[in-house]
């Protein structure tokens, strides 16, 4: 009889592999599974090809909003497969509600069960026609990665400052930006999406006025803080290289290659605008500031607003920066971040993997019907692949660009993930 085996298809490489590192240890030592992990979703093809060759008893996704990831979720569970969803992070916006509460979108019929961090987002699964006994609360895998230092990994200040060539007697101003705009044509040609198009839109007019506000304050903070390290940590999605030209002739730090946890442990002071790095931040009891230039765009930001002074002026944020660089967040913040992780990230004790994997070997050795995967991928996959070993994995996806306008090789490059 063979082993069990197991695939979690990995969407973004720099945002969710270490996260999934952790579950895939769990789930092998939990198990006893052949665990793999793939990626990405701009793949999806090959996603169809592994899952044949594979043939695993459960698939984990991280979402079946967009058509394509239904399409997806259903070719695993008519092949006998169970499907999980695992968000690796959480952000409710008017836009996301929105967007999952739209009646003419159905759930429940996608997925064996869904897996989330903690009670508010149970509260707007429930409102959804998702059967209520699918919904299972387990915390944050992506989390864990931060709670779990043995499981992750965590470069000192020092080797840091090294690293960057920063001066380590300075304290740390990091800028967490995330100023990801949205797909309009991918928008428009996803129907499951159509609720939220014009949310959507009017999201990237926010982005990029807020990105161009950002730019200007990030070089007046160089002048007026001279000693402080001031660093940016862009969003994984984002072109660093809008900040390298904008500010090379600044002091400003860009760092792009690293993840958040080569850099958490080197924050003094964050600054961020509807970030979840805030989230994982107050984890650390590390202090932030959200700057939000425009006020009329409030409705964007994140529901943790609270959790941290909300700055609408470029003075109020010089004045914030100078008065907690020295003294703590005030009470009703600290309480807010208490409430909020506990709402949005259950027990934080590190153990959601060890919860998710309990849940699935239990599940799995219920589980009576064999997986059959039947071929269901384009016929130049196998043609794909061994262009790859010829050229390596950029140049054959550069040149499956030159057939196809529409693949993003940058992103399939970047979130390429096969582990075994």
């Known amino acids: 009889m063979r082993k069990k085996r197991i695939v979690i298809i990995c969407g973004y490489k720099s945002r969710e592999l270490q996260a999934l590192l952790l579950l895939k240890k769990e789930l092998e030592l939990s198990s006893n599974a052949e665990v793999s992990i793939i990626g990405g979703i701009s793949e999806i093809q090959r996603m169809y090809y592994l899952l044949y060759k594979i043939q695993p008893d459960v698939v984990f996704i991280s979402q079946v909003v967009e058509t394509v990831c239904r399409k997806l979720a259903n070719y695993v569970l008519i092949s006998g497969g169970l499907l999980y969803v695992l968000p690796a992070e959480i952000t409710i916006i008017s836009a996301i509600e929105q967007l999952l509460l739209n009646p003419a979108i159905k759930y429940d ?4 069960r869904i897996f989330i961090p903690g009670v508010r987002y149970a509260q707007l699964l429930k409102k959804s026609d998702i059967n209520k006994n699918k919904i299972t609360i387990v915390g944050s895998p992506k989390i864990d990665c931060l709670l779990e230092e043995e499981n992750a990994t965590f470069m000192s200040k020092k080797q840091l400052c090294l690293a960057e060539k920063l001066d380590i007697d300075k304290k740390n101003l990091f800028i967490f930006t995330s100023f990801v705009k949205a797909d309009e044509k991918y928008l428009r040609s996803d129907k499951s999406l159509n609720s939220s198009v014009k949310k959507m839109l009017e999201s990237n007019i926010c982005v990029e006025l807020t990105l161009s506000n950002y730019i200007r304050t990030i070089k007046k903070l160089s002048l007026d803080f001279p000693n402080w390290n001031i660093i940016i940590k862009p969003h994984p999605l984002e ?43 107050w984890v650390r009891n590390i202090k932030t500031l959200q700057y939000a230039p425009y006020k009329k765009y409030n409705n964007f930001l994140t529901e943790n607003r609270l959790g941290n002074p909300l700055l609408h002026s470029y003075a109020q944020l010089k004045s914030a920066i100078k008065k907690y ?21 259950f027990m934080l004790d590190g153990k959601s993997c060890k919860r998710i994997s309990s849940i699935v070997t239990s599940d799995l050795n219920k589980k009576r019907k064999n997986v059959l995967f039947r071929s269901n991928y384009h016929f130049a996959i196998p043609i794909l692949l061994f262009m790859q070993k010829l050229f390596g994995i950029s140049i054959s996806r550069k040149l499956l660009y030159l057939f196809s306008r529409n693949f993003s090789f940058r992103s399939a490059v970047e979130n390429y993930v096969y582990e075994t």
């Open 239 to 281: 072109e660093a290289s809008i900040y390298m030209t904008a500010l090379k002739d600044s002091s400003v730090t860009v760092i792009a290659n690293k993840s958040l946890y080569d850099v958490i442990k080197s924050v003094d002071l964050a600054i961020h605008w509807s970030s979840t790095v805030s989230s994982e931040c």
């Open 109 to 112: 019929k996608y997925l064996s």
């Open 325 to 345: 660089a020295v003294q703590s967040l005030e009470q009703k913040y600290l309480d807010f971040q208490t409430n909020y992780l506990k709402n949005n990230f």
